[in-house]
């Protein structure tokens, strides 16, 4: 069975601060895995996902994503923190053959100035 | 590209009434499609999916029910509403299984509000 466990439901940092989200996934399969992000009152972005080739993924928003096996994370960052972030994150994960999406709990990024 | 739909996009219902939410996908052909809701606060709960026409699988008995009449076309329904079915309802598709990534995009949501 799959899981995926996002630490924190909400996590505050200053604008131009290093965004942190973390997100630990448990699949007996290789995974897929994804972040989504979802402002409010709308559906869910995709971000980026890791489909088993470079382990560090880039994606929009200056977002990127680093796939570490061994510790089982799929953590989230970006160097500079914007208003703009602010959203909540899902960290989500599939598998080859699987017709279903593991959506973590989501965290809630709130953005200082 | 794909792009895909969702209406109403709000709706207020009094407990005990009918529901229909429909959802429709452009650009694909045969997509597996999925219906989510989030209470407030919550996160995604799977309701539905369906991997082709008339192929339901329910994730959460309860009182609603889906339906695909059309390969992009899925339906959300429920014959008589209760106050915990309030809630933000997502659709979603994603490439057949066998297909080379497995993201699934979502449409923008019905907000569904039970009095």
């Known amino acids: 069975a799959q899981s995926v466990t996002q630490l924190g439901s909400h996590v505050s940092v200053s604008e131009g601060a290093l965004v942190l989200l973390r997100c630990n996934y448990s699949s007996s399969v290789p995974p897929y895995l994804f972040w989504y992000v979802q402002y409010p009152n709308q559906g869910l972005q995709l971000l980026l996902k890791?489909?088993?080739?470079?382990?560090l993924v880039k994606g929009i928003n200056g977002f990127e994503a680093e796939f570490k096996k061994s510790e089982t994370s799929f953590h989230l960052t970006k160097p500079s923190a914007h208003m703009s972030d602010a959203a909540e994150y899902f960290c989500?994960?599939?598998?080859?053959?699987?017709?279903?999406?593991?959506f973590g709990a989501g965290t809630r990024l709130f953005v200082k100035a | 590209s794909q792009t895909i739909h969702q209406w109403p996009a709000t709706l207020v219902q009094p407990v005990g009434s009918p529901l229909s939410l429909e959802c429709t996908v452009e650009?694909?052909?045969?997509?597996?499609l999925y219906w989510y809701r989030q209470a407030a606060g919550r996160g995604l709960q799977l309701l539905f999916y369906s991997v082709g026409i008339g192929q339901i699988s329910s994730e959460v008995p309860q009182n609603l029910s889906a339906s695909r009449p059309q390969d992009r076309q899925f339906i959300l329904s429920s014959k008589k509403l209760l106050l915990s079915d309030s809630g933000f309802y997502l659709c979603?598709?994603?490439?057949?299984?066998?297909?080379?990534?497995?993201?699934?995009?979502f449409g923008p949501g019905t907000r569904l509000t039970v009095t």
């Open positions: 979603a598709w994603r490439e057949a299984t066998g297909a080379s990534s497995y993201e699934q995009y």
């Open positions: 650009g694909t052909s045969n997509p597996n």
């Open positions: 890791y489909t088993s080739a470079a382990t």
């Open positions: 989500a994960v599939s598998r080859t053959g699987g017709f279903k999406t593991i």
